[in-house]
């Protein structure tokens, strides 16, 4: 993670701006919620382009995470477990990632800024990285259901990201069906329909394996440790269209 080790020695990148750009200064003590770049002093470095967008992207994930956390009101131990989880098993984070990331959420649920907010800034950043949203939402169900439910609280917060990322109801149902018991999953998973043809789910199939590979992915300046759902995707992916060949017995004919 490049840009912590600048955050940390007293860089500051870039003006990120708005709520999320609160959270960051509150984390790491710079002015980030300015809407003029500051001056640098000789000698310091500044953040590149990726850098820029992955510390965009990890301040917006734990902020949003932080946010629905409290969607009921307050936040559990289970709730606060799941996190440490995530970050540990899912994202595979440091221990020093690992106490930013916490930072990050404890300032956010300490913040005047609602999900909206958050959300809201965050398809600013993203809206010409689609996956990134993807990735996002993603993200959001993965935590949500790590408990084994999905409260409606939650998941009205959720379908906000959704309407907020322009996401459609179909890409929707594809992401939950990752994570939520439905017999069409694997169709879901590809965005097409069990009724059609062997041609149309093949190049659906070609389009999300090109543009969900994981170096496609980072190269949008997704964080290093988010690659893992990155590569999560895209075996699903893979996985749904073997299934969906084998459930089909057309194996000879979807190549």
């Given at each position: 993670m490049g840009w912590l080790g600048k955050m940390v020695g007293g860089t500051i990148g870039f003006a990120l701006g708005g709520?999320?750009?609160?959270?960051a200064g509150a984390v790491f003590g710079h002015a980030f919620d300015r809407s003029e770049e500051r001056t640098f002093s000789e000698g310091?470095?500044?953040?590149?382009?990726?850098?820029?967008?992955?510390?965009a992207f990890?301040?917006?994930?734990?902020?949003?995470?932080?946010?629905?956390?409290?969607?009921?009101?307050?936040?559990?131990?289970?709730?606060?477990?799941?996190?440490?989880?995530?970050?540990?098993?899912?994202?595979?984070?440091?221990?020093?990632?690992?106490?930013?990331?916490?930072?990050?959420?404890?300032?956010?649920?300490?913040?005047?800024g609602t999900f909206q907010d958050f959300a809201t800034q965050f398809y600013?950043?993203?809206?010409?990285?689609?996956q990134l949203l993807d990735v996002m939402l993603d993200i959001l169900l993965r935590v949500s259901i790590a408990d084994g439910t999905l409260s409606h609280v939650e998941e009205q917060l959720i379908i906000t990201a959704k309407s907020t990322f322009n996401i459609s109801d179909s890409q929707y149902t594809a992401?939950?069906?990752?994570?939520?018991?439905?017999?069409?999953?694997?169709?879901a998973i590809l965005g097409v329909n069990r009724n059609d043809t062997d041609e149309v789910i093949r190049t659906r199939y070609r389009k999300l394996v090109k543009e969900y590979h994981p170096d496609m992915i980072a190269s949008k300046g997704l964080p290093e440790e988010f690659t893992k759902l990155a590569e999560d995707k895209f075996r699903e992916i893979q996985e749904a269209y073997d299934l969906i060949r084998k459930e089909r017995s057309t194996k000879d004919r979807i190549q």
């Open positions: 709520p999320l750009g609160a959270i310091q470095q500044r953040l590149s382009p990726g850098e820029e967008s992955q510390f990890f301040i917006g994930a734990f902020s949003m995470l932080a946010k629905l956390s409290q969607a009921d009101g307050h936040v559990s131990q289970e709730e606060v477990t799941s996190i440490e989880k995530f970050m540990i098993h899912d994202l595979n984070l440091n221990r020093e990632s690992q106490v930013v990331a916490m930072n990050i959420f404890q300032a956010a649920m300490a913040s005047p600013e950043r993203f809206r010409f990285q689609t992401i939950k069906s990752r994570y939520v018991k439905d017999d069409g999953k694997y169709y």
